[in-house]
């Protein structure tokens, strides 16, 4: 399944295989793929953007997803935003997509509407015309909200794709994405999994730029475990986070970058690694797990790790895997990501909003504030900010700034991406 000179890590190995009258299949699962710029460029002039030895990887699977984090539009439509930002891709992505071995893309993520609807459904069109299934999108809250069914053999795969709710989500009469609200979704996951052999939710969810999810996101991810899913997946931090065994499931928290080209998420150490997560599955079993670790490489091409990499990323995977398990580490562990966050971002953010909100040249800010104060990610940020200056824990004074974007947090001891 997986070639011997490609690193990977193993999580679960079962000694006794599947009877063969057992429905199983190999799946591989990736994160977030937005192919801009460079690689773009690459796709469409038929040059490979995956060294020789990850290539192989999605066919070599019965079924292989990733989360496709651009629409893919025409460059004349109109963005949402008013000053004419947005990630978009030519619709010849659909065509690069299905020749990588890609089997089906996730839409659930906030970026699917930066080109309004008709970017999402110009994008939907691209990815049917050339055969590639799709979920967590489309022209109303209820389409946008039904599970991919994928048959691998006789096992029936369900896979629930929700995303974050910022300006991206569907209402009952607006075209977007799926969102994630754990006091609507979970009263579905029973319903989900009697529908299906094995079940996962696809979750584009959680803190940019953080290494450890927050209180919100692990309680979340484990009570979808607790209400029937087999695996939760997790993609949007922009940096790869840890896996645990949680219940009769497991969790992978951020898988972390898998092609984007982006000035502003390149700017943060770490960004350019993440991992394809490898699962051999049984009903309602996973038999087998690994970890294939890769890195985008300034020659706009995704690479296995070499030996000291590899080292490196599992003594990190380790630490930061440690300490989601007990409760205590956890905080600690999140609160430094708190302070990196509030050092990188949100002090300016704070500092900036009334400046910002009444400058009659920022057209985006009433957009942009709106989301900072409806998005549930940022205003847990918020709250967490608060309660560690009530706690003495983060200062408001410049002077006393203990980490710089250069300088992400190290959780538990291990050095810097």
């Known amino acids: 399944m997986i070639p011997e000179n490609v690193n990977a890590i193993c999580l679960l190995e079962t000694e006794t295989p599947s009877p063969l009258s057992s429905p199983h ?4 699962i990736g994160g977030d793929f937005c192919p801009l710029r460079h690689y773009e460029a690459k796709l469409l002039r038929g040059e490979k953007i995956f060294a020789d030895p990850l290539i192989g990887l999605f066919r070599s699977h019965d079924f292989a997803l990733v989360n ?3 629409p893919l539009c025409s460059a004349s439509l109109p963005a949402m935003s008013r000053l004419g930002f947005g990630l978009r891709c030519d619709p ?5 997509l299905k ?5 089906a893309v996730g839409l659930a993520n906030n970026h699917i509407l930066d080109f309004q609807e008709e970017g999402l459904f110009q994008t939907l069109e691209a990815l049917e015309k050339v055969s590639i299934p799709y979920a967590g999108a489309g022209k109303n809250l209820e389409d946008a909200e039904k599970p991919l069914e994928v048959r691998c053999g006789p096992l029936r795969i369900g896979i629930w794709m929700l995303a974050e709710k910022e300006l991206n989500c569907a209402d009952r009469h607006r075209a977007g994405s799926s969102f994630f609200s754990p006091e609507r979704n979970l009263p579905r996951i029973p319903e989900l999994r009697a529908g299906c052999d094995f079940l996962i939710v696809y979750l584009h969810a959680g803190h940019e730029f953080t290494r ?6 692990r309680s979340a991810c484990r009570a979808l475990i607790d209400a029937g899913a087999d695996l939760v997946i997790g993609h949007h931090p922009h940096m790869f986070q840890g896996v645990e065994r949680y219940g009769n499931g497991w969790i992978a928290y951020s898988l972390g970058n898998l092609v984007f080209d982006s000035d502003y998420v390149a700017a943060y150490p770490g960004t350019d690694r993440g991992f394809l997560l490898s699962a051999a599955i ?8 690994r970890i294939i670790p890769c890195k985008m ?7 296995s790790l070499n030996a000291e990499e590899f080292r490196d990323f599992q003594c990190r995977m380790k630490n930061i895997s440690a300490a989601l398990k007990d409760d205590e580490t956890h905080k600690k562990a999140w609160e430094q990501e708190v302070r990196y966050r509030w050092d990188t971002e949100y002090r300016q953010i704070l500092r900036d909003i009334s400046r910002n909100f009444f400058n009659p040249e920022n057209l985006d800010y009433a957009l ?3 989301n900072l104060f409806t998005c549930p990610t940022h205003l847990e940020m918020f709250q967490e900010i608060c309660r560690m200056h009530l706690e003495g824990k983060l200062s408001r004074t410049p002077e006393e700034i203990a980490v710089s974007a250069a300088d992400p947090p190290t959780p538990l001891g291990t050095g810097n991406s």
Not at 25 to 28: H, S, T
Not at 297 to 303: D, M, Q, R, S
């Open 368 to 370: 942009r504030t709106g």
């Open 99 to 103: 020749a990588l071995g890609i089997s």
């Open 25 to 28: 299949a190999e799946i591989l």
């Open 282 to 289: 049984a009903p309602h079993c996973v038999r087998e797990l």
């Open 92 to 96: 010849g992505i659909a065509e690069a």
């Open 297 to 303: 490489t300034p020659a706009y091409l995704v690479e």
């Open 212 to 217: 450890i999810p927050s209180p919100r996101i």
């Open 68 to 70: 496709l984090e651009a």
